[in-house]
């Protein structure tokens, strides 16, 4: 079994959590964009500045590599390690989940 330990990676922001989310297929920046805004249902807009910077960070981390190149367009995907980084951060969303659904009841 493989052993990795995520946790120095660990908390993702909101903005790379849901690109990190959107690249489990491979996708282009502009794709990326549209992507994010609709799984957060509007919650969370990346501007090119902002995506940009993440993409550069997160493949030099190793969570990201370029999948291919489309003319301009360059696409990205997940990493084995960006895999096991972006399941353990989706663990410890659920835990904080359930911790606050418990917590509602007592409110």
Not at 13 to 34: A, D
Not at 39 to 60: F, H, Q
Not at 65 to 78: F, P, V
Not at 93 to 107: C, D, G, I, P, S
Request: with cysteine; hydrophobic share 35%.
């Amino acid at each position: 079994m493989l052993q990795f330990d995520a946790s120095p990676y660990l908390p993702l922001t909101e903005t790379t959590y849901y690109t990190m989310l959107c690249l489990v297929e491979p996708r282009h920046g502009y794709g990326i964009m549209r992507e994010v805004g609709r799984i957060s249902e509007g919650a969370v807009k990346l501007g090119p500045g902002t995506l940009y910077g993440i993409l550069a960070t997160v493949e030099k981390q190793g969570f990201i590599a370029r999948d291919r190149e489309e003319g301009r367009r360059k696409n990205y995907i997940l990493t084995l390690k960006g895999r096991l980084v972006l399941a353990e951060q989706i663990r410890r969303l659920e835990t904080m989940v359930k911790n606050a659904r418990n917590a509602r009841t007592k409110l």
